[in-house]
Nanobody
Framework: VQLVESGGGLVQSGGSLRLSCAAS????????MGWYRQLPGNKRELVAD???????RYADSVRGRFTISRDNAKNTVYLQMNSLKAEDTGVYYC????????????WGQGTQVTVSS
């Protein structure tokens, strides 16, 4: 499977962005899909992920502000990001895997999100 992210950009603090991850395969067959991010100087970290059974989890830092969702008909996973903060700035990556709530082996190319304060 190949993953292609889109939707990143520059936004002011408090604003919103929606990231999209289009998959080349049926996402209903993919056990877990998620979003990770790499903040400047940091390791890649989980933002949110979702299983094909409907379970989701979020990093504490984004819970209540970000929402992950799947559109099986479009084979696309979204990350709606609201109330963005400067510390959300980083490169956001889509990820797919075969084990629930584990980082998978398939990555997209990443999309830059920059939040100005």
């Amino acid at each position: 499977v190949q993953l292609v992210e889109s939707g990143g950009g520059l936004v002011q603090s408090g604003g919103s962005l929606r990231l999209s991850c289009a998959a080349s395969a049926r996402i209903s067959d993919i056990r877990v899909m998620g979003w990770y991010r790499q903040l400047p100087g940091n390791k890649r970290e989980l933002v949110a992920d979702t299983t094909n059974g409907g379970s989701t989890r979020y990093a504490d830092s984004v819970r209540g502000r970000f929402t992950i969702s799947r559109d099986n008909a479009k084979n696309t996973v979204y990350l709606q990001m609201n109330s963005l903060k400067a510390e959300d700035t980083g490169v956001y990556y889509c990820n797919a895997g075969a084990i629930a709530f584990r980082m998978g082996d398939v990555w997209g190319q990443g999309t830059q999100v920059t939040v100005s304060s």
